[in-house]
């Protein structure tokens, strides 16, 4: 089956460290996107990548980075420097970066703070 | 700048009766419209979307939306809702470049028995 998977389902996280959330399509898309999903507040991009070893800040990236060494892997790390970092976060891929490209999205990882 | 605004965070129907979900958008440009559902704890899937073709577009599940750019807007509807109609719904334009998405708030549907 193609799709997008995203790992783990819930992770917590200690005050102070960093963690890495997962995410792997196997859709053959160029392009991949990481968005953070507040309560009553739809989704926020943090990060996108359009093309392997390239990526850009989306309109929240403090506090986080990714890489993309591989078209179907672009991990996210969750910085210390994340104050508020409790959230649902959701991964999503796409033919490309165009306005007329549907976006697909993972099921999501729930980041919890211990 | 680009944005969007969904007109009602909450909507309750019956089973049956029909849906209407609204959305309004601000764009200089000519934008791409889209509406995502989100059931509990999952991903978003893709409804349906408007690129500047037929203004009445027809997504999955019978849901359809109108656009209207006298109005500034792209509201959802569905005749008749069923029970797995329940879900979050979100409305969605394009950037100017076509590069990210711009999130509504988000709808919370719900249908009564």
């Known amino acids: 089956d193609g799709g997008i998977t995203q790992s783990p389902k819930y992770l917590f996280r200690k005050e102070g460290q960093n963690v890495t959330l997962s995410c792997e399509q196997n859709?053959?898309?160029?392009?991949m996107y990481w968005y953070r999903q507040d309560p009553g507040q739809g989704l926020r991009l943090i990060y996108y990548?359009?093309?392997?070893?390239?990526?850009q800040k989306g309109d929240i990236a403090e506090g986080y980075s990714v890489s993309r060494e591989k078209k179907e892997s672009f991990p996210l790390t969750v910085t210390s420097a994340q104050k508020n970092p409790t959230a649902f976060y959701l991964c999503?891929?796409?033919?490309?970066?165009?306005?007329?490209?549907?976006?697909?999205f993972g099921p999501g990882t729930r980041l919890l703070v211990l | 700048a680009q944005s969007v605004t969904q007109l009602d965070s909450h909507v309750s129907v019956s089973e049956g009766t029909p849906v209407l979900l609204r959305c309004n958008y601000s764009?200089?440009?000519?934008?791409?419209l889209f509406w995502y559902v989100q059931h509990p704890n999952k991903g978003l899937q893709l409804l349906l979307k408007?690129?500047?073709?037929?203004?009445l577009v027809k997504g999955i599940n019978g849901f359809e939306a109108e656009f209207k750019k006298s109005e500034t807007s792209f509201h959802l509807t569905k005749p008749s809702a069923h029970m797995s109609d329940a879900a979050e719904y979100f409305c969605?334009?394009?950037?100017?470049?076509?590069?990210?998405?711009?999130f509504g708030a988000g709808t919370i549907l719900r249908v009564k028995s």
């Open positions: 969605v334009v394009s950037d100017e470049y076509g590069n990210k998405l711009v």
């Open positions: 764009s200089s440009y000519s934008p791409s």
């Open positions: 408007y690129t500047s073709a037929a203004t």
């Open positions: 999503a891929s796409s033919t490309g970066s165009g306005s007329l490209e549907t976006q697909y």
């Open positions: 990548s359009q093309i392997v070893n390239d990526f």
């Open positions: 859709l053959n898309h160029d392009a």
